[in-house]
């Protein structure tokens, strides 16, 4: 079956610092992949995605390339901020007749002093 | 304006009673889901409906039934709570479509079994 593994957290870091937040994932067939943010006491929202192999998602200073020879979609972020403070969610969607299911990572709580 | 919305955001009850859960989504998508997130905030997918009909049924008790009378809403009830029922419990949607495809999360239900 598919499945997600995400490094373990928490993670804690100061402000301005380099974030790498490791995301590997198990799947047949060529999954969409996406990192999920969800900030406290909040639903997840949808941070970035990547739909094919060397494809990089990118919003807010957050990238991530989908590698898929690596199996891998790390989640990286130059210069993180105390607001950038959250679980991230890693996930993958099969595609095709999955309908649409998701299948996360047990996600990283990430909490960034000043 | 809310683009998911579920109520109540807290929910507290005794063990053996039965609630529910609603949810709604004016994004008009074709699709809604049910997810449960554990204490450790793992979240695992429960159900899906697309267009009203069931397309997701994962491994979950027969005490939970979903219902969708419309595309716009995805309620949840759940008989004979257990402790072990005490979650967070999101709602979301989408549109399905080949390839890839973004979930919108409401706010969360906490789900507090005494």
């Known amino acids: 079956g598919n499945s997600v593994t995400q490094m373990e957290g928490p993670v804690t870091l100061s402000e301005e610092a380099f974030l790498t937040i490791n995301c590997t994932y198990t799947?047949?067939?060529?999954?969409?992949l996406f990192w999920y943010v969800q900030y406290p006491g909040e639903g997840l929202q949808l941070l970035l995605k990547?739909?094919?192999?060397?494809d990089k998602g990118s919003n807010k200073g957050f990238e991530a390339t989908y590698r898929k020879e690596t199996t891998s979609f790390h989640l990286e972020k130059g210069s993180v901020q105390v607001s950038d403070s959250a679980v991230y969610f890693c996930?993958?969607?099969?595609?095709?007749?999955?309908?649409?299911?998701?299948?996360f990572g047990q996600g990283t709580i990430l909490t960034v002093h000043p | 304006d809310t683009a998911v919305s579920q109520t109540p955001k807290y929910l507290v009850t005794q063990m053996g009673n039965d609630k529910s859960i609603k949810c709604e989504q004016n994004?008009?998508?074709?699709?809604m889901y049910w997810y449960k997130q554990d204490s450790k905030k793992f979240l695992k997918i429960m159900f899906s409906?697309?267009?009203?009909?069931?397309?997701i049924n994962e491994t979950v008790p027969n005490r939970f039934s979903p219902k969708s009378p419309d595309k716009a809403h995805l309620n949840l009830h759940i008989n004979s709570l257990e402790l072990g029922d005490s979650a967070v419990y999101f709602c979301?949607?989408?549109?399905?479509?080949?390839?890839?495809?973004?979930?919108?999360f409401g706010p969360g239900t906490r789900l507090t079994v005494l």
């Open positions: 979301a949607s989408s549109n399905l479509r080949g390839g890839w495809d973004e979930q919108f």
């Open positions: 996930a993958l969607s099969p595609g095709g007749t999955s309908y649409g299911k998701l299948t």
């Open positions: 990547a739909t094919k192999a060397d």
């Open positions: 799947a047949t067939g060529y999954p969409s």
């Open positions: 994004l008009g998508h074709d699709t």
């Open positions: 409906y697309n267009n009203k009909e069931l397309i």
